[in-house]
């Protein structure tokens, strides 16, 4: 548990499931007020009735410019400010290269890149009333190497990282800013795109035989936004089981 996370204010975008809902209910335990974002209000809706530890929710699409500044405007009455961004919300698409069609790319780049600057933004201008501040994007091992079959997901991760670098860089050393690239994380977006056979193949090829659990990308999220990770920034930091090693 980190102390310096108790009552900080903690917007966490994807958070309805996955490891945005793991991530979630990590920074409840450790004290925090969190506001969830995500776009599909019936899976937001049941995690708020779930946790009541959330402070509340706000169904938007982040690739939406004036979704996303509605958004933080409500983020401002709920909270009264923010102290650290977990930008997380992503999608993925399965096809081969040549089946995907523009609208896709743009959809995925939309949400998972244009999510992200948009989110950090209005987070920024924010944080820079107090000169204190965390962000954290949900990167991926696909943004650092080529992965067959996601090419729109793996551009769009590979943005992720440049971007986290770059505005790590622009806004130190009051703002840290840090990327997480998790590999293969057992989530329902993993389990809608794979079979238990697909995912047996997969977990051979992982150093440690599996895949990780949401809890686990969470549990890093949590050390890096603590004062525990004050030297921490402009960092992309795999999460794999040793997959890129």
């Known amino acids: 548990m980190y102390p310096s996370l108790q009552d900080k204010r903690v917007v966490i ?7 945005g809902l793991a991530t979630v209910q990590r920074f409840v335990e450790e004290g925090a ?15 708020l009735t779930e946790n009541p530890g959330v402070k509340g929710g706000v169904a938007l699409d982040v690739s939406n410019e004036d979704q996303v500044a509605e958004g933080f405007r409500r983020v401002d009455k709920i909270l009264g400010g923010i102290d650290a961004l977990i930008s997380n919300a992503g999608i993925s ?4 290269f040549l089946e995907i069609s523009y609208e896709e790319w743009n959809q995925v780049m939309g949400i998972n890149l244009g999510g992200m600057f948009l989110c950090a933004k209005e987070a920024i201008r924010r944080m820079q009333q107090t000169k204190t501040g965390v962000i954290l994007f949900t990167a991926s091992t696909n943004g650092m190497d080529g992965h067959p ?3 729109d997901y793996n551009a769009s991760k590979a943005g992720v990282i440049e971007l986290c670098k770059t505005i790590a860089l622009e806004y130190a050393p009051w703002l840290r800013v840090n990327a997480l690239s ?23 090829q992982i150093p440690i035989k599996r895949h990780a659990d949401p809890k686990e990308v969470a549990a890093l999220f949590a050390f890096l936004a603590s ?17 890129t090693a």
Do not use: C, H
């Open 13 to 19: 975008t994807g958070g309805a499931s996955g490891i």
């Open 33 to 47: 007020n969190v506001v969830i974002f995500d776009r599909n209000k019936e899976a937001l809706d049941l995690v």
């Open 93 to 96: 698409l399965r096809r081969e």
């Open 149 to 151: 079959l996601y090419a």
């Open 182 to 204: 998790p590999g293969y994380v057992l989530t329902p977006m993993q389990r809608a795109e794979y079979t238990d056979e697909m995912l047996e193949v997969v977990n051979q």
């Open 227 to 243: 004062d525990q990770a004050s030297y921490i920034t402009g960092q992309n930091i795999p999460i794999d089981g040793g997959e």
